[in-house]
């Protein structure tokens, strides 16, 4: 039978629809049945269980959290470890330069914040939801948005059981409608559906393009005698060079539980780098090394982190919802931190939406909450740091770090010597021809300190159902060959993180290999394809990782 000819979905009516059980949706979901308990709420959610595609460092600025759970403080939460102590350092290839605090405006302190496994706040924050009536389905991928006269009218679940050439195999389901009076996509950062909304209604129409990285991390159990509960630290520097943005970061928490990350800015230029050799490289460095000595390493993960901030949110609102947390984009680059804005923007959109229904209104625009958001808190927050990336863009880590740390300062007593500076091009513009770049040489990894990419995604816990259509669509293969391959050396080998993309001889001739059952769901390949030739689809809802504590 083929789709055509398969009987219509069947539909479910809600007051609210949620793409996405991450910060942001989870916050809008649970302040929704604070306002208004008796409207219907809805979260879809396509890891197998919520938390199971979260990635983030995290340290969370709790500002999110006090304003929609009072009561956090005094309850059994994942959110034990306050931070202790705060270095920043810059690296070179065998020392290390500490910053002094003092050097650093207000604004980056991180006093009063916390060291959490986001992944298991956002199950916690589901608890609070579900126990508020709000029905959450994870597993349950929103593959399409429904439009009504030029509205959105909800989403579309994919549907389970279609194979690889579109056969439906035993146990076929279809697809289900969720239908809602408004729809808040908060897929994170480059989702799939809300780059179509941000296309359909001219969202990002006077503003500038999204900025990304990519952001590896590992989960370590250290040996406890390395363990320095609170402590916080980031590097700028080694082993980027000045032209390449990105560091990293190293949070001691928990039950000597020790989140090491690196974050490389995806508009770099040689298509020889990979952001995954650089994470591993990271480590083997004196300052850091010894961290990890007789310590395990038990999670392994990758995510798309947004990094355009003030300049680069698009219009929030179209008729029937709105985007919601980093599926627009708040990250603020300079403090590594996005949660608490995702909770805030979810909180914002909520409390709008709940004064639509209450006035008997229906998939209409939500331009409160477009009004609302550069005066509240999370404007602010993004306003005093507008200036960091770009000037680390255009200057580099030494100048633009300098540069971007004085505007920070002049902006905490309210001007800025720059202005609003804009962003340079996007992502997938910045690749030089390979024959312009020098080539790499990474070292074999030893197996202790340092892995290699298929061990590590073994522990993402990635699974999808292999008979499956591919979730990676190419869009024009003879563009990839004589671009991505002739031109820019076969990049996506090296910038995706988990293997997936592999440029094979066969014949003589270079065939693309893509493992789509290694993908751990970061994005990367959609934003940072040259030619914008690869789309990220999402694949049968509760594929992917499943990150138990990441
Ligand atoms: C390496 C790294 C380190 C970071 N460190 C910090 C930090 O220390 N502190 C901090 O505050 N922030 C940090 N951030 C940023 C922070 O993680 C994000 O700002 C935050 O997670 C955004 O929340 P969100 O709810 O908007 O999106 P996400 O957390 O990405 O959640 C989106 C959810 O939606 C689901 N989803 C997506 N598309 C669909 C779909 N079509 N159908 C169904 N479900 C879907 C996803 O599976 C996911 O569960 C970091 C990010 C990275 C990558
Ligand atoms: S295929 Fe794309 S989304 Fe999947 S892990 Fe690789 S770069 Fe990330």
Known sequence: MTTAELPAREAMEFDTVIVGAGPAGLAAAIRLKQLAPDKSVVVVEKGSEVGAHILSGAVIDPIGLDSLIPEWRNEDTPIKTAVKADRLYMLGASGALRLPTMLMPPLMSNHGNFIVSLGDVCRYLARKAEALGVEIY?????????????????????????????????????????????TLFAEGARGS??????????????????????????LWQVAPDKHKSGLVQHTLGWPLGNGTGGGSFLYHYDDNLVSVGFVVHLNYRNPYLSPFEEFQRFKTHPLIRDTFAGGKRICYGARAITEGGWQSVPKLVFPGGALIGCAAGFVNVPRIKGSHNAMLTGMLAAEHVAAALSAGRANDELTGYEDAWRGSPVGRDLWRVRNAKPLWSKLGTAAGIALGGLDMWTNTFGFSLFGTLRHGKPDYETLEPAAKCRPIAYAKPDGKLTFDRLSSVYLSNTNHEEDQPVHLLVRDAALQKF????????????????????????????????????????????????????????????GGPNYPNM
């Open 193 to 218: 559906l809300s780059k179509i909304l941000i296309e359909r209604f001219g969202l990002r129409q006077d503003r500038g393009p999204q900025k990304f990285g990519i952001g590896l991390k590992e």
């Open 483 to 542: 671009s991505e391959h002739d031109v820019y050396a076969g990049a996506s080998a090296r910038y995706c993180p988990a293997g997936v993309y592999e440029w094979v001889e066969d014949a003589g001739k270079p065939r693309y290999v893509i493992n789509g059952q290694n993908c751990v769901h970061c994005k990367t390949c959609d934003i940072k394809d040259p030619n914008q030739n690869i789309i990220w689809v999402p694949p049968e809802g509760g």
């Open 138 to 182: 994870p597993g349950f991928a929103a593959v399409e948005a429904l439009f009504e006269n030029g509205a959105v009218a909800g989403i579309v679940t994919g549907d389970m059981g279609v194979g690889k050439d579109g056969h439906h195999k035993p146990g076929f389901a279809r697809g289900m409608e969720l239908r809602g009076k408004y």
